[in-house]
């Protein structure tokens, strides 16, 4: 049932070559997952930018947060090289632990605690946290004189050059080069994680940095985890309209043309392969389709057999609110409600981590 929906699909192959020719060892697939990179560089979120030294200075520290169970800081990060170019990051790191597994978390506030971020519950449950507030990095706009993008000299005449959630993606690999320096947690546990136009940015700092181990996207929808052939609710062509400085202006090109991509949403979940990802949906968020990031899932898990891993372990038929699919590498969850990133989500991920972690 769900291999015939995706034949109906018509999807580009993940497992061939540009060239036609097959990708059937795990080293053939590393060599094209490089290949992807490029093309998606050049079609959807334009070019990653370079790592930069960075110095930081601590700002704050709270030793007894949370009813003395916590640490948390405030730090900023500097990037000499990019004109002094500067943003906070929080960490978080629960006392009763020595080497938690962390969460690089992307979020829409800076507050502490804020609703999309339930702090204390998650260092009650042993997990530690960098985070930082995407506007902080470049406005939420077609602005590009701003923050990174005004310190790098993007250049949106040309086609290939960064989007808005390329630049979101570098900052949370800059937070883990940062957080490494800090140390203090397992550095073989760490997820990077987002909520919406944050989730598809999460899949893109995954797909980039491979010391995060766990990938985590939440209702993101179109141009993050959802199949974009045959979508429901957005399409490239309404988020081209309302957001197109989120990618390079190579994407342009494929509204009410999405036949014409020579890729579709699996390839960039196959960028994190064979390491652990989880997508989920709330059941009412008919604009990011559920559906569609459901089967993306199942589309690139034949990726992830490749390395020898299990992809998408479900039975055969569409998910349904409550299930969370996470036998394989490739999690899955649907909650009920609409979108939003919830604590019910939150307490999915560190399950999933706990089941997955890599010491074990
Ligand atoms: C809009 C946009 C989505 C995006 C969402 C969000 O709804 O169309 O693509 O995921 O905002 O980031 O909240």
């Not at 947690?185 to 989730?199: F, P, Q």
């Not at 893109?204 to 979508?231: H, L, M, P, W, Y």
């Not at 999690?331 to 919830?342: I, N």
Request: with cysteine; proline share 5%; hydrophobic share 40%.
């Amino acid at each position: 049932m769900i291999s015939e929906k995706i034949k109906k699909l018509r999807l580009p192959e993940l497992l061939l070559f540009s060239d036609g020719s097959p990708v059937d060892t795990a080293e053939k697939a590393v060599k094209r997952q490089a290949e992807i990179k490029e093309l998606l560089q050049t079609e959807i979120y334009g070019r990653f930018p370079k790592k930069a030294a960075f110095t930081y200075e601590l700002v704050s520290r709270d030793e007894r947060a949370f009813a003395n169970k916590a640490v948390q800081s405030l730090y900023t990060l500097s990037f000499p090289a990019l004109g002094g170019f500067s943003f906070p990051v929080r960490t978080l790191f629960p006392k009763h632990i020595d080497a938690p597994p962390l969460f690089v978390f992307m979020n829409f506030r800076d507050d502490l605690p804020d609703r999309y971020y339930p702090a204390e519950e998650i260092v009650d449950n042993g997990f530690a946290v960098a985070s930082f507030c995407y506007k902080d990095i470049t406005s939420d706009d077609g602005d590009f004189g701003n923050g990174l993008s005004g310190a790098l000299g993007v250049d949106r005449i040309k086609d290939d050059c960064p989007g808005k959630i390329c630049l979101w993606a570098w900052a949370a690999s800059e937070t883990l080069d940062f957080v490494e320096t800090v140390g203090g947690y397992d550095r073989s546990n760490v997820a990077v994680m987002g909520h919406s136009r944050l989730g598809k940015t999460a899949l893109v700092a995954g797909a980039f940095d491979e010391r995060f181990s766990f990938v985590f996207s939440n209702d993101s929808g179109c141009a993050g985890a959802a199949i974009t052939r045959q979508k429901a609710g957005e399409s490239v062509d309404a988020i081209c309209r309302n957001f197109s400085y989120w990618f390079c202006p190579a994407y342009e090109k494929y509204r009410n043309n999405e036949e014409a991509m020579p890729f579709d949403q699996h390839f960039l979940l196959a960028l994190s392969a064979p390491r652990r990802i989880v997508v989920s949906s709330a059941a009412e968020d008919l604009w990011a389709d559920p559906c569609s990031e459901f089967l993306c899932c199942a589309a690139v898990s034949p990726f992830y057999e490749i390395f020898g891993s299990r992809g998408l372990v479900c039975p055969d038929r569409l998910p349904e609110i409550g299930d969370a699919f996470f036998g394989g590498s490739v999690g899955y969850q649907m909650r009920g409600g609409s979108h939003y990133l919830s604590r019910a989500d939150w307490q999915k991920y560190m399950e999933f981590m706990r089941i997955k972690h890599n010491n074990g």
